[in-house]
């Protein structure tokens, strides 16, 4: 749960993200709802017990062996921080190219999604043309 929000996570944080779907640009009233949606989410929306669990999961820490060198120690666990965040993201994605390579080349599950690709290469189009 997310800021009051349940449901299919991936889709939460793209729209959070402000990240294209390809049928964003056939439906704008469904990004337009969403930002205004958003931007009606505050705090307050919340229940006490949920804003509770909303700040310990933003500023807790983790189980997670970091690295120190200026006191040239591990520390056993990490506050949560944006970085970190980016890291674990790119990590994951380099583990699943790993191991999808590992599977034979006819086996391995796709790079991209079709769809994906295609709203991708849209948007570079649309780039292109703004800049002439």
């Not at 449901?7 to 993200?17: P, S």
């Not at 062996?65 to 506050?79: F, I, L, V």
């Not at 790119?90 to 390579?101: G, I, K, N, T, Y």
């Amino acid at each position: 749960m997310l800021m009051g929000w349940s449901g299919d996570a991936k889709q939460i944080v793209t729209q959070i993200t402000g990240q294209r779907h390809t049928e964003d640009r056939k439906f704008p009233e469904k990004f337009s709802k969403f930002r205004k949606d958003l931007k009606a989410r505050t705090l307050a929306c919340l229940s006490g017990t949920q804003r509770e669990l909303f700040q310990a999961r933003l500023t807790g820490s983790l189980e997670w062996q970091k690295y120190d060198p200026k006191t040239e120690k591990y520390s056993a666990r990490t506050p949560m921080n944006s970085y970190d965040v980016l890291k674990c993201s790119q990590a994951c994605f380099h583990l699943f190219e790993w191991l999808r390579s590992l599977l034979p080349e006819e086996d391995r599950p796709p790079r991209y999604v079709e769809s994906d690709m295609e709203a991708y290469q849209q948007k570079e189009s649309d780039a292109r043309g703004a800049q002439l």
